[in-house]
C-alpha cells in the first residue's frame, strides 16, 4: 500500500471519529445532517483514489480504500437512522440501519486496515436490539436460472472468483437470474439474510 493511501486514511478516520460523536439520539440534527455533507465529501474523495489505484494495478491499495469507503457509507446510513428516528419514521431507519451493517459487515471483509469495523460492526448490532426489537422477517425460497458473479459477469460456479473477497476495489457478490418465488416462511428467531424482508404489520 502506498503513503499517500495510508496517510488519507489514517487523516479521514480522524474526520470520521468526529463524526462519530453525534450517532446518538440526543445530538443536535443540525450536526447529524452536517456530518453527513462531510462525510460524502471524504467518500467521493476516497472513490477517486481508489479509481486512481486500480488504473495503477494496486490491489492492496484499491481493497483498502474499497473498506474505507464502506466504513464511511455505513457511518453515513447510520447518521440518517438517527435523523429518521426524529422524524418518527422507524421503517426508514430500519433500512438505514441494515444498510450500515451491511456496509460495514462488507469493510470488515475486503480488507484488515481498519482495526476498528469488528467493533462497530457489533455497536450496529446492539442498536437493532435494543432500539429496534420484536422483529419478525420473510424468508424467500427461490428457483433460478442461473447465479452470476458480479466481477466477471459469468456463471458463479464457472468463474474463479469468491464471494465477498475484494478483486482490485471491487467486491463478489452472486445474483440470481430470471429467479422465481417458490415459497415464503416466516422468521421469528436468528437473522435471515435479507433484513429488508420484514414483517411489518400483523392483522
Known amino acids: ?22 450517532c446518538f439520539i440526543v445530538r443536535s440534527r443540525e450536526f447529524q445532517e452536517e456530518a ?26 484499491a ?5 474505507h469507503e464502506n466504513m464511511i457509507e455505513a457511518l453515513i446510513n447510520e447518521l440518517k437512522m438517527w435523523v429518521a428516528l426524529k422524524d418518527n419514521k422507524p421503517n426508514d ?16 471483509s475486503v480488507h484488515n486496515i481498519l ?7 457489533n455497536k450496529l ?3 437493532e436490539k435494543f432500539i429496534f426489537s420484536n422483529k419478525f422477517f420473510f424468508s424467500l425460497a427461490y428457483s433460478s436460472d442461473a447465479i452470476i458473479c458480479s466481477i466477471c459477469e459469468k456463471n458463479y460456479d464457472e468463474c474463479e472468483h469468491e464471494e465477498n473477497k475484494a478483486y482490485m476495489g471491487k467486491i463478489c457478490l452472486t445474483k440470481a437470474k430470471k429467479k422465481e418465488i417458490k415459497s415464503i416462511s416466516l422468521i421469528t428467531h436468528g437473522n435471515p439474510k435479507n433484513k429488508k424482508n420484514r414483517v411489518l404489520f400483523i392483522k
Request: glycine share 2%; with cysteine.
Open 36 to 61: 453527513i455533507v462531510n462525510l460524502k465529501i471524504i467518500k467521493e474523495k476516497n472513490t477517486g483514489l481508489k479509481e486512481k489505484m486500480i488504473l495503477l494495478e494496486d490491489e492492496d491499495s
Open 125 to 127: 448490532l446492539s442498536i
Open 63 to 67: 481493497n483498502a480504500l474499497l473498506s
Open 93 to 108: 431507519a430500519w433500512d438505514f440501519l441494515v444498510n450500515a451493517q451491511n456496509s460495514a459487515r462488507i469493510a470488515m
Open 1 to 22: 500500500m502506498t503513503n499517500e493511501i495510508k496517510n488519507f486514511i489514517i487523516e479521514s478516520c480522524k474526520l470520521l471519529n468526529d463524526a462519530a460523536k453525534f
Open 115 to 121: 482495526d476498528y469495523s469488528h467493533t462497530y460492526f
